[in-house]
């Protein structure tokens, strides 16, 4: 089992950056595949980016390819998402989650973090 905490969302204009962190507890976190997801507000969650537990494949939202990047340190057991260019249209809250597969849907995520809230001002 794993619990996750996101952090680092907070207010950003557009066209700037933000980092968001995942900081995961529990002796497995390497094993586990890891994602972002995003839900504005009046939306359905949505997948943003996903990362292989330990061979650094990727894989992003055609919304966010480009200016979106994931990563992890197991060692550290964080997963960050290394956010630029931001635009309004990324405003949502955050979360993370874990999986135990390279996925991009939420029903192959088994934990999440509570979320953390991104507002790019326009």
């Known amino acids: 089992q794993v619990q996750l905490v996101e952090s680092g969302g907070g207010l950003v204009q557009a066209g700037g950056s933000l980092r968001l962190s995942c900081a995961a507890s529990g002796r497995t976190f390497s094993s586990y595949a890891m994602g972002w997801f995003r839900q504005a507000q009046g939306k ?6 996903t990362i292989h537990r330990n061979d650094g494949y990727t894989h992003y939202a055609d919304s966010v390819k480009g200016r ?10 964080m997963v960050y998402l ?3 260019r931001l635009k309004s249209e990324d405003t949502a809250v955050y ?16 934990y999440w973090g509570q979320g953390t809230q991104v507002t790019v001002s326009s």
């Open 44 to 49: 359905e969650r949505e997948f943003v980016a």
């Open 68 to 77: 979106f990047t994931i990563s992890r340190d197991n060692a550290k057991k």
């Open 82 to 84: 290394q956010m630029n």
């Open 95 to 110: 979360y993370c989650a874990a999986s135990d597969r390279v996925a991009s849907t939420e029903r192959d995520y088994d």
